[in-house]
Structure formats: C-alpha cells, structure tokens
T-cell receptor
Framework: AQKVTQAQTEISVVEKEDVTLDCVYE???????LFWYKQPPSGELVFLIR??????QNEISGRYSWNFQKSTSSFNFTITASQVVDSAVYFC????????????FGTGTRLQVFP | EAGVVQSPRYKIIEKKQPVAFWCNPI?????LYWYLQNLGQGPELLIR????????DSQLPKDRFSAERLKGVDSTLKIQPAELGDSAVYLC?????????????FGPGTRLTVL
C-alpha cells in the first residue's frame, strides 16, 4: 500500500540555519512521482517540486535542495540559510503510475524560523 | 495568471445546516479536485473531475456530500446536513492535463467550523 511518512512534526530553527525535512515513502510501483508542497499560514498549498522515480539526480533551486534516494525510499528537502519567510507547513506527497492524479500526502512538518 | 479561486474563505455554521463551497480553477485546466484537510493532517482527495465528469469520487461520503461541475469550469461542493466532524479545511486544486501527470495547483481553501 502507498504511504508517505514525515516523522518530524515540528522543527524550530534560528534564521540562517540549514534545515532538512525528512520524507519516507512506500509504494509497490516502479514508476511513481514525488512532490513537495509548502503551506504558509494563508492556507494555500504552493507547489515546490515534482520528481519521477527514474530521476534520482538531486536538485537545487536557490536555497532549496532535494535529495532523492530510492535505496532508502526517501525524498528529503533541505533549506539552506533559512529565513523567517520559510516558516510554513511542508508536505511531501506521492502518486503512483496507475493513478497519477491521486496524491497521497504525508502529515506535514511545521517549520518555524525565528529571527 | 490568476490562481485557483475559492470562496468563502471561512464559514461557521451550526450542525445540521447545509453549506456550499465554490471553486474556480485556473483558466484552461481541465481537471479539478476537491480535498479535505483535517487539522494536523495532509489533504485527502474527495473527488476528481475531468471536465464535467466525476472520474474518482470513491472517497466522497455520498450520504451528505455532493459536488457538481456543470459546465466543466467552476465547481461546487455541498454538505447537507453538516456534522461536527466536518469541521476542516476544504481545498480545491486544478491541473492542466491528467495524462501527463501534470502538477496540481491549489487554492487557499475554505475553513469550515461546525458548531
């Protein structure tokens, strides 16, 4: 069965610290897609990244980077030099080949960045 | 480009009352989704539309919930009658082309409180 686990319920850091949000997934499919979304206090889920299961290259976008490791079924998200504006709830999600439209979300990690 | 629009943003009702939520997807997006997000949880899919057709409503509690997307553009989700346990955030999302595992873009949600 498909499942996404975000074991970190809440993380607090001070501005400029680096922080890594963990995501572990379960799926029987060989083709699947992984996502990260950000949910700021306004409530809207903001798309950050999509990665397919055949692309294990790590990705960097500004202060954001993602580490995809199939061997450990993990898709971790690192924010470098965190800022107060990064404070939000971050969700990892999975969709499978036979139902690519159905996103399975984790329970989210609340990140608080203090000045 | 305008994002997904939802209204109202907040709704407080007494139990057993009806309530309706409205969503207007991003222009040109054929696929529309309604999600339920309970406090401290990730969103869970309620129903998915491709144009006017509901293609996945397996998670929609049909005894009290209904949805429609009559002209394949905006959509309404209704609860009648509402129960205390329906208090949650109802999120709408849209995507361009489900055949390409297109990214889902979310609206700000409607926060429902049932008293």
């Amino acid at each position: 069965a498909q499942k996404v686990t975000q074991a970190q319920t809440e993380i607090s850091v001070v501005e400029k610290e680096d922080v890594t949000l963990d995501c572990v997934y379960e799926t029987r499919d060989t083709t699947y897609y992984l996502f990260w979304y950000k949910q700021p206090p306004s409530g809207e889920l903001v798309f950050l990244i999509r990665r397919n299961s055949f692309d294990e290259q790590n990705e960097i976008s500004g202060r954001y980077s993602w580490n995809f490791q199939k061997s450990t079924s993990s898709f971790n998200f690192t924010i470098t030099a965190s800022q107060v504006v990064d404070s939000a709830v971050y969700f990892c999600a999975l969709s499978e080949e036979d139902n690519t439209d159905k996103l399975i979300f984790g329970t989210g990690t609340r990140l608080q960045v203090f000045p | 480009e305008a994002g997904v629009v939802q209204s109202p943003r907040y709704k407080i009702i007494e139990k057993k009352q009806p309530v309706a939520f409205w969503c207007n997807p991003i222009s040109g997006h054929n696929t529309l989704y309604w999600y339920l997000q309970n406090l401290g949880q990730g969103p869970e899919l309620l129903i998915r539309y491709e144009n006017e057709e509901a293609v996945d409503d397996s998670q929609l509690p049909k005894d009290r919930f209904s949805a429609e997307r009559l002209k394949g553009v905006d959509s309404t989700l209704k609860i009648q009658p509402a129960e205390l346990g329906d208090s949650a955030v109802y999120l709408c999302a849209s995507s361009l082309d489900p055949q390409t595992t297109d990214t889902q873009y979310f609206g700000p949600g409607t926060r429902l409180t049932v008293l």
